[in-house]
């Protein structure tokens, strides 16, 4: 490779991809035959390299809305754009899809072939790219997520986590300028979740990609730069997330679980010691207040 020859890296990786601002105006979705819409006129901006949590209720919406974003339902009222795309049309659909990558909690329903790699390359392949090029991308999307040692192997002999993390590599392929990842952790064990939610803020940081995370956990949601919460197909909240979990009640009336950790700091600030409110993590509540007692000393 000659000097200015830049090393090849997945296409958003090398911050060539346009901008991918999803736009959601107006948006209202009912499912044939319902007689509630899951959607009801959400309005909703996301700019390139955003990281942002999506919580709320079950039934709340976040899974209809990712599938809105993502091009995979139409809405009945208003315009969802991706990139300037129209995520509705017979034009752009198949495009949109593209720009999007979508992952779901149970990674079983994602991985499709028998050989680790081959699973990543069979998109590729089913989009007619040619043999040389499948294997670069699916080499760089494995070695993204951390996979490229077990790329002979065979998709069952990994953890739950890591098959997560395969599913996410065989989106990665596609080149996406988002992902939409709607509870990638919710068959997971506590480890493999922290693993994974570190690859996704990864992705985020180090490559741009835009994340749309949804999930249940406050502590997951703590991490995003933006929390957006749903009820009733409604945005009831769009914050950052320190002043969103500032008020503890305000959760509760949307039916969000409370980490025990973040009961306890009310509880500490009620008594007068000022923790900082979103200290939703034990590590961060065990530094805040060494924090105060060197403070104090
Ligand atoms: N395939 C479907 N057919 C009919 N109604 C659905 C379907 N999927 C979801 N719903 C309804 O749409 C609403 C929103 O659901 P969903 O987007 O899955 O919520 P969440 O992901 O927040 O749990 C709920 O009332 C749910 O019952
Ligand atoms: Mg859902």
């Known amino acids: 490779m000659s000097e200015d020859q830049e ?3 997945l296409a958003p990786l090398s911050g060539a991809a346009g901008r991918a601002d999803v736009i959601v105006e ?7 035959g319902a007689g509630r819409p899951a959607l009801r006129d959400i309005s909703l901006r996301i700019g ?9 209720h079950n039934g709340s919406g976040k899974s209809t809305l990712s599938r809105v974003i993502g091009g995979l339902l139409a809405p009945e009222r208003g315009v969802v754009t991706v990139a300037g795309l129209d995520a509705a049309s017979a034009e752009s659909r ?6 999007v990558g979508m992952i779901f909690p149970d990674p079983d329903n994602q991985i499709i072939a028998t050989v680790v790699e081959d699973d990543v ?15 670069t991308r699916a080499a760089l999307a494995l070695a993204a997520v951390g996979l490229s040692e077990a790329a002979g192997r065979a998709p069952w002999e990994l953890s739950g986590g890591q098959r997560q993390r395969l599913a996410i590599a065989g989106a990665l392929a596609l080149e996406p300028r988002m992902l939409i990842a709607d509870e990638p952790t919710a068959m997971l064990d506590p480890m493999a979740r922290r693993d ?18 949804v999930t249940h956990s406050l502590e997951e949601a703590a991490l995003a ?6 009820e009733e197909g409604r945005v009831a909240l769009d914050e950052p997330p320190d002043i969103a979990f500032a008020n503890l009640d305000r959760m509760r009336a949307l039916r969000l679980v409370i980490p025990d950790t973040a009961r306890l700091v009310e509880s500490l600030r009620a008594c007068g010691l000022p923790v900082p409110p979103d200290a939703l993590t034990p590590e961060e509540l065990v530094a805040a207040l060494e924090r105060l007692r060197s403070r104090r000393a």
Do not use: D, F, K, S
């Not at 390139?48 to 709320?56: F, I, M, N, R």
């Not at 198949?94 to 720009?99: K, M, N, Q, S, Y």
């Not at 730069?225 to 749903?230: P, S």
């Open 7 to 9: 090393p090849r890296t």
């Open 26 to 32: 107006g948006v209202t979705y009912r499912y044939p």
């Open 48 to 56: 390139q390299g955003e990281y942002v949590a999506l919580l709320g």
């Open 94 to 99: 198949a495009r949109v899809r593209e720009l």
């Open 121 to 135: 390359a069979w998109g590729l392949a089913a989009r007619g790219l040619p043999l040389a090029e499948v294997r």
């Open 196 to 213: 994974i939610v570190g690859l996704l803020l990864r992705l985020n940081r180090e490559h741009g990609l835009t994340v749309l995370h």
């Open 225 to 230: 730069g933006r929390v957006v919460a749903l």
